[in-house]
């Protein structure tokens, strides 16, 4: 697992956003999620979650890469991350006792290195 991936995914997040990170290495998932504070009777709602997957090769490479290229990589992740964070809803309907409705990214070597 990358801290330099988890820690840009968590920049990009609302401020009181919580994140849970799942290595599955040499890959791994963020599932990102926070409070909606948009219903007064459940005022602890949390948001649909984002589970970001970032692949075993894309986290492979990114290890190996050179300063010069994370760099890159690391501004095209924010990019791709203010991008859908723009067309994400996260409101919804699920009753209090049903998880979240989940939204899938894939973080692959074509997002972070183009």
């Not at 040499?26 to 599932?31: E, N, Q, S, Y």
């Amino acid at each position: 697992m990358s801290n330099e991936l988890v820690e840009a995914i968590k920049l990009a997040m609302p401020p009181d956003a919580e994140l849970r990170v799942v290595n599955r290495l040499p890959g791994f998932d963020v599932d990102v999620s926070w409070k909606l504070d948009d219903d007064p009777e459940r005022p602890n709602k949390p948001s649909k979650t984002i589970a970001i997957s970032v692949t075993d090769e894309a986290a492979e490479d990114f290890a190996n890469a050179s300063g010069p290229m994370k760099h890159d990589a690391l501004a095209r992740l924010q990019k791709f991350l203010t991008e859908n964070l723009r067309r994400f809803d996260p409101a919804h309907n699920t009753p209090k006792y049903e998880p979240p409705p989940v939204e899938r990214w894939r973080l692959t070597n074509s997002v972070l290195f183009g």
